[in-house]
């Protein structure tokens, strides 16, 4: 008898434009704010301002942004039924994000039908490792739902999510939200342009190998 392995067991999603309409935020201006280059990532920014007292003002700053973008921002188009649909299909699902969990759990509050207990883990960067694209948090979900790095697929518009997936030797998929991006999307191993196409990329590789 053929032995059979299924391959993906769990989906981990960013969670700014990806979970949540993009828009909400708008990076150009947190960076013009807080003095950030704009080829420079806010965290990496933030993190290596050398004064401790201005170092705690500009993430009390980002967290003010967070917040009011939290409190407006709404689902992603079909974000929704797709988390409903993995957990009908049993696999764990996850959110992996460089947003504070405080800010998660506000946004959440503006999904009619999915909250946190619709998450096996939230990873933010609360959780003191290294953001995206570091592949830490994807390794540390792997440990924490007892899966291999290879059986998990990480879902972002970024290419820093691309990145970490790719790193950690998860199976990556860009969500462009419709819009044009060849350079992240030769990075991925799938591209999408909505969320309601991700159930037959999980389909696909979910399947069984024999």
Partial sequence: MKSEVCRIKAVLFDFDSTLTKPGALDFKKVKLDLGCPADVPV????????????RETARSELDRFEAEAAARS????GAEEIVCHLRREGLFTGIITRNSRVSVE?????????DLSDFDLVITRDDWIKPKPSHEGILMAARRLNVEPRQI??????IFDIQAGNRA?????????????????????HTISSLH????????????LK
């Fill in 153 to 158: 697929l990480v879902v972002g518009d970024f």
């Fill in 106 to 114: 506000r946004s959440l509050e503006n999904f009619k039908n999915t």
């Fill in 197 to 208: 196409e991700l159930k037959e990329v999980v389909r696909r590789e979910t399947a069984l």
């Fill in 43 to 54: 965290l990496e920014f933030v993190e290596c301002i050398p004064d401790p007292v201005m």
């Fill in 74 to 77: 709404q689902p992603n188009s």
């Fill in 169 to 189: 030797g998860a199976v990556t998929v860009l969500l462009n939200n419709g819009d044009v991006t060849d350079a992240v999307a030769a990075e991925s191993d």
